[in-house]
C-alpha cells in the first residue's frame, strides 16, 4: 500500500485558488484526486499517470483544475482556480497500481482528506 499525506486545503472566496498536495510513499501507477461533499457520493476529480504525466480530469473542473507531479519530491498537486462554492467537499488523494480512471474502486490506497471550502 501507498502512504499517502495530503495538505493545502482551507476556506477561499469564490473566483479564488488553493493547491492542494499529496505526499505519497510506494510503488504506484496513477494517482488522483476525488472529492466529497456532504450527503453526497465520492466523485472524481483528476488523476496523473505517475510515470509519463498524462492526466485525466473529470468535465466539471476540467480548464479550472490542473494536476501535476514532482517525481524528485514524490509528491502530486492539484492547483485548483477560479473555485466556485459547488467545489466545496473534502478533497482526497488516492494511489492506484493500475490505472487513471475516474472509477474509484481503481484506487487502493487513501489519504485522511482534506476540507475545501469554498464561499460565494
Known amino acids: 500500500q501507498v502512504q499517502l499525506v495530503e495538505s493545502g486545503g482551507g476556506l477561499v472566496q469564490a473566483g479564488g485558488s488553493l493547491r492542494l498536495s499529496c505526499a505519497a510513499s510506494?510503488?504506484?501507477?496513477?494517482m488522483g484526486w476525488f472529492r466529497q461533499a456532504p450527503g453526497k457520493e465520492r466523485e472524481f476529480v483528476a488523476a496523473?499517470?505517475?510515470?509519463?504525466?498524462?492526466?485525466n480530469y473529470a468535465g466539471s473542473v476540467q480548464g479550472r483544475f490542473t494536476m501535476s507531479r514532482d517525481i524528485a519530491k514524490n509528491t502530486v498537486y492539484l492547483q485548483m482556480n477560479n473555485l466556485k462554492p459547488e467545489d466545496t467537499a473534502v478533497y482526497y488523494c488516492?494511489?492506484?497500481?493500475?490505472?487513471?480512471?475516474?472509477?474509484?474502486?481503481?484506487?487502493?490506497?487513501w489519504g485522511q482528506g482534506t476540507q475545501v471550502t469554498v464561499s460565494s
Open positions: 510506494g510503488r504506484r501507477y496513477g
Open positions: 496523473i499517470m505517475w510515470s509519463s504525466g498524462m492526466t
Open positions: 488516492a494511489a492506484s497500481l493500475s490505472t487513471i480512471s475516474g472509477n474509484r474502486a481503481g484506487y487502493n490506497s
